[in-house]
């Protein structure tokens, strides 16, 4: 029998609860928008790192997972795939090395089995300027005060900013203040599970 988004998700998020329950530092969120909307990642843990995990089960389809690909890459410290048996020939085939693989299989009791096929690696290629489109306006700012940068940055669009912090912001500075600032939003999303 075919495994379903809904039931891979489940027993995701159960385990990746299991595991990080007790950390108040980690936040998962399901249906995380990714460069401004291009994309949404199926479900973003966030805590020392960002890491996302796309699920593909038997009865999803892999057309848009190229394009997919290419967006995560850009922001993602490190990024697992789950899916359906059915598919996994074919996803190892297009996601990257780096990449993890989890499969999904329907045991005879019905219930959903996780396999770990092959563990992520860091992302040596995050593009700065997207992972700054993950910034609200007044974070942005926040971000470039403790740099003593001139108030006339104020006057800049959200653009203009996300493209300063890129070229001016180290890499490392701008994935923790990332990081920190989805795990600070209040009331930002009902589904956020803070653990």
């Not at 007790?22 to 949404?40: F, M, N, S, Y």
């Not at 396999?115 to 700065?128: I, K, L, Y």
């Not at 923790?176 to 803070?194: F, G, I, M, S």
Request: charged fraction near 30%; include cysteine.
């Amino acid at each position: 029998m075919a495994t379903s988004d809904r039931e891979i998700r489940r027993e995701i998020c159960n385990s990746l609860i299991k595991k990080y329950g007790k950390d108040p530092g980690t936040l998962i969120v399901h249906e995380l928008k990714v460069c401004q909307g291009e994309a949404r990642i199926d479900i973003a843990l966030v805590n020392g790192a960002l890491h996302g995990y796309e699920i593909k089960s038997d009865r999803d389809t892999l057309e848009r997972l190229p394009g997919q690909i290419k967006i995560y890459n850009r922001v993602f410290d490190t990024i697992t795939i789950v899916t359906g048996a059915s598919h996994l020939k074919e996803v190892a085939t297009l996601i990257p090395p780096w990449w993890g693989i989890k499969v999904a299989t329907r045991m005879n009791s019905g219930e959903i089995a996780i396999t770990d096929m092959r563990q992520p690696e860091s992302n040596t290629n995050v593009d700065a300027f997207s992972l700054a489109q993950f910034l609200w306006r007044d974070e942005l700012l926040d971000l470039l005060m403790r740099h003593n940068v001139g108030k006339e940055i104020k006057r800049l669009t959200r653009s203009k900013l996300w493209a300063y912090v890129a070229e001016n912001i180290s890499l490392e500075e701008l994935k923790a203040h990332v990081r920190d600032c989805l795990k600070k939003r209040q009331a930002w999303r009902p589904d956020v599970l803070r653990t």
